[in-house]
């Protein structure tokens, strides 16, 4: 941990290659955050709201804070999973503390979070939603889905760099959890039986920690957030154990 | 003997290394799930260094030796920290510089002034430090306006140049030199041996890797000679040498 700390200038600097390299080949650069899920939203609210017709109130303002919190938290694990992956030759060549590399890629992925929610505040504007003082708690809202993904990442890198089909197996299971999620529907229109099973998914609750503040101008409520705060705290647990129990074979596999 | 009293920088004890690799080919998770559950993972187990002692005090400058795979960049891997050591204990002391690879710890998209503040981090620096040193790095690099220029475009020689300019900014501890000394070209090798011996005298303890013996007999006076993972001679670096070279190129040593 001492050790981390001492590379928190490297960590900063992995941060602004990280957000530099996503952008670069991009004519747009940084405005392509703010302008690709507002293009999705677009999309899904002609194909949820005109075509299917779901009954919700102001249904960009809900889809749109789905797709920023959905966007964040698949890159910033896809991206951390792969990040030992891409540093394998540094990581087995330079003593450098091998987390630096996942948590630069979660952080880097707030930053553009940050960056998306100026679009999501002028949807609001625009479409009249009222902006509660709730929306001050989205910090913490934010820092929670931040450690979430971090624990993700911490337990996917290593298996990355052990496993060459971890990288499939994920993206095809990101695909399957975000069908599970109420991202762009709203938790009314499923059938009794399947209930159970969106109930059970734990990134749920991390995403609706995120949405009560912005879509219901209401701090979550206390129950919601302490399973919230359980389920995060053992991903990051997990995530933190595996990877210093795996860490010191990972120069093995570069 | 001045050196013989001081605490070592660098201390092996009984180190031995094990690569486990699993015996599959394509390292796949079903195919690992499958044969855990039905008890039947099977490791190749690899020795790369077994049972290697190696105790290095300050001002010291150790040359290594040993064909290739004989356990040379592992051993300097055990040193740095990368690798954990399977059995026995490896300890260091001090700021430790490894210089390896040509390009190691590089971005070559960024500039030579990026890079250096990356390479520097990787190798443990604050952004404050770097920032005191960023010109005598230039200088030292005598890469002039290339700086600013992505590092794409250096040849070997302007890599290495910046490389070591950057490792070797700081009085490190301990410097480990995995068979770099032979690039560049002759002006700044001879700066390169000159900052060296600085650092010497300093009281810095230098680790070199080479296969080649004329390196490590003109700037080594121990040297370490590995081979299969096990220490075969340690000593003086003449006398290492010799040995090392007659099981190189065995003469006959027929007397008549």
Known sequence: MTRFLQYRDLVQVLVAR???????????????????????????????SKVFRFDVQNYAVYALSGILFWNFFSQSIITSMNSLRTHASLVSKLPVP????????????????????????????????????????????????????????????????????????????????????????????????????????????????????????????????????????????????????????????? | MESAEQAPVLELAGVSLCYRLARHRTPSFKEYAIHWMRGALEYQQLWALRDVDLVVRPGETVGIVGRNGAGKSTLLKVLSGVLVPTTGTARRRGILAPILELGTGFDPELTGWENIFLNALLLGRRRREVEERIDEIVEFSGLGEMIHSPIRNYSTGMLARLGFAIATSWVPQVLLLDEVLSVGDTAFRERCHARLDRFRRGGAAILLVSHNAQDIEANCERALWLDAGRVAAQGPAAEVLQRYDESVHPVATTTA
């Open chain 1, 98 to 254: 091998k987390a630096v590399f996942p948590v630069a890629t979660v952080i880097a992925g707030v930053v553009n979070l940050v960056l998306a929610l100026v679009p999501l505040f002028a949807l609001l504007l625009i479409s009249g939603h009222d902006i509660s003082p709730a929306v001050l708690f989205l910090p913490v809202s934010i820092l929670l889905a931040a450690l979430f993904a971090l624990g993700a990442g911490l337990l996917l890198s290593p298996l990355a760099v052990f496993f060459v089909d971890v990288v499939e197996m994920v993206g095809v299971t990101m695909t399957l959890l975000l069908y599970l999620t109420p991202v762009f529907y709203p938790m009314a229109i499923l059938p009794e039986r399947y209930l159970f099973l969106v109930r059970l998914n734990p990134i749920r609750s991390v995403l609706e920690v995120f949405r009560d503040p912005i879509y219901y101008g209401k701090v979550p409520p206390l129950s919601h957030l302490a399973v919230t705060v359980a389920v995060v705290a053992i991903a990051l647990v997990v995530g933190i154990v595996f990877f210093r129990r795996s860490s010191s074979r990972i120069p093995f596999y570069a």
């Open chain 1, 18 to 48: 990280e957000l530099k390299v996503r952008y670069r080949r991009t004519a747009l650069g940084f405005l392509w955050t703010m302008l690709q899920p507002l293009l999705t939203m677009a999309v899904l609210h002609v194909v949820f």
